[in-house]
């Protein structure tokens, strides 16, 4: 727990201006950018003090989007996916717009309705050395991608392991169709194309093999 500087005092929490939300520490949150066309940054707040005129600053440790992490966003990073950092800031708690909920990758997977406050953050990220823990993840289909909640997979009914359609000859609207589904390494091709399986959309994979 971070030490109260001199001249202020704990806080235990602090309510967002124009709102009824109240904010504590460990709750994820919503800051204003210093762009008014960006995305609103995302933090989690760690401390909530205020000095002896009512001032509220709130110590918060940041979260990264893929475009902003070294190697920017790439395919298998989802719309709503995070990082978090180990960069800590002060800022003004007049700053905090709104509150979110930032799940681990596998609560997220479960989701039934994500809303437009749900992120999810499956890696920490080092921004002065561009280090990402873990350094493994689970891979999936022929083209070897970690697994991206946003895209819709297929399960083969012999080996288990998830395929994008478009590495496997389909499309989304044939895949839908289909009741069972049978790769190419463990089927004909006439099986395969007699084959389909319900699609994954909800994250649900057993991970196969570990990638760096």
């Not at 204003?32 to 001032?55: F, G, H, L, T």
């Not at 689970?138 to 994008?164: F, G």
């Not at 389909?196 to 093999?209: Q, S, V, W």
Request: net charge neutral.
């Amino acid at each position: 727990m971070a030490k109260t500087r001199p001249g202020k005092r704990d806080v235990d929490s602090y309510t967002i201006r124009g709102t009824n939300k109240v904010v504590r520490a460990g709750d994820c949150v919503l800051m204003r950018p210093s762009e008014s066309d960006s995305a609103p940054y995302v933090a989690r707040v760690e401390k909530i003090e205020a000095d002896n005129r009512n001032n509220v600053r709130v110590r918060v440790r940041w979260y990264y989007r893929p475009e902003e992490a070294v190697g920017g966003r790439r395919q298998f990073h989802g719309a709503k996916e995070l990082f978090l950092s180990d960069h800590y800031d002060i800022q003004s708690a007049h700053t905090i717009e709104g509150k979110c909920t930032v799940h681990s990758f596998k609560n997220y997977t479960k989701l039934e309705n994500v809303g437009p406050e749900d992120y999810y953050c499956r890696f920490e990220y080092k921004p002065a050395s561009g280090a990402f823990l873990p350094d493994r993840v689970a891979v999936y289909c022929k083209c070897e991608m970690p697994y991206n909640p946003d895209d819709l997979m297929i399960q083969c009914d012999e080996c288990k392991d998830w395929y994008h359609p478009a590495c496997v000859d389909l499309t989304i609207e044939q895949v839908k169709q289909l009741d069972h589904f049978v790769c190419s390494e463990h089927g004909s091709d006439e099986d395969v194309k007699k084959s389909h399986k319900t699609p994954l959309t909800n994250g649900k994979a057993e991970p196969k093999r570990q990638k760096k």
